[in-house]
């Protein structure tokens, strides 16, 4: 199953020295042990919440795998790491995620309707998303439908300064709005 993970630079995660491709382990309980990844890609900021002091994967998970209450993590003793993602592609991803399941439970790292960055960052969601944030900060947008909770439109933006200004505020199509 495809999923996400985050991992300290050089692929280390919890002080074990990942390899790109295949890794193996004995047992997975997503609680106790095993390899650790998530289903929803925004999930993986719960676990490594610096953009800068972290890096990103598309993994496979495979073997055993073990799931928990707890967002969407889960344990695996066969994790295949398969690329890095820039931070860009790790927000496009979760936005796709939310665009196949709607209705899942939000990861507890979106916003409603309204978002300020946060830790690098800010994604937001709703009928009319805006953001803003700071240089260098990035800019996620999921736009609901009018009638309904499926994702009609995304957009992923940094705060470069150029394009996009700091403590503007923007909506998914990343023009400035006004907010009040």
């Not at 009609?152 to 023009?175: C, E, K, N």
Request: glycine residues 8%; aromatic residues 8%.
């Amino acid at each position: 199953m495809i999923a996400y993970k985050g991992f300290r630079p050089g692929l280390i995660c919890r002080g074990y020295q990942f390899v790109m491709g295949l890794n193996t382990t004995e047992k997975a309980n997503c609680r106790e042990n095993g390899f650790h990844c998530a289903e929803n890609p925004l999930d993986c900021l719960s676990y490594y919440s610096s953009l800068e002091h972290s890096e990103y994967y598309i993994v496979n998970a495979g073997g055993d795998i073990d799931e928990d209450e707890h967002d969407s993590k889960i344990a695996c003793t066969e994790l295949t790491v398969i690329k890095r993602l820039t931070k860009e592609e790790l927000f496009l991803h979760g936005l796709a995620y939310m665009v196949d399941h709607p209705r899942r439970v939000w990861s507890s790292h979106v916003a409603a309707n309204r978002a300020m960055a946060n830790c690098g960052y800010a994604v937001v969601r709703g009928k009319d998303p805006v953001a803003t944030g700071r240089l260098g900060d990035i800019l996620a947008f999921a736009k609901e439908a009018p009638d309904s909770e499926a994702i009609v439109q995304v957009a992923v933006g940094r705060v470069d300064g150029i394009t996009l200004m700091p403590d503007v505020w923007y909506g998914v199509d990343l023009t400035r709005r006004t907010v009040n």
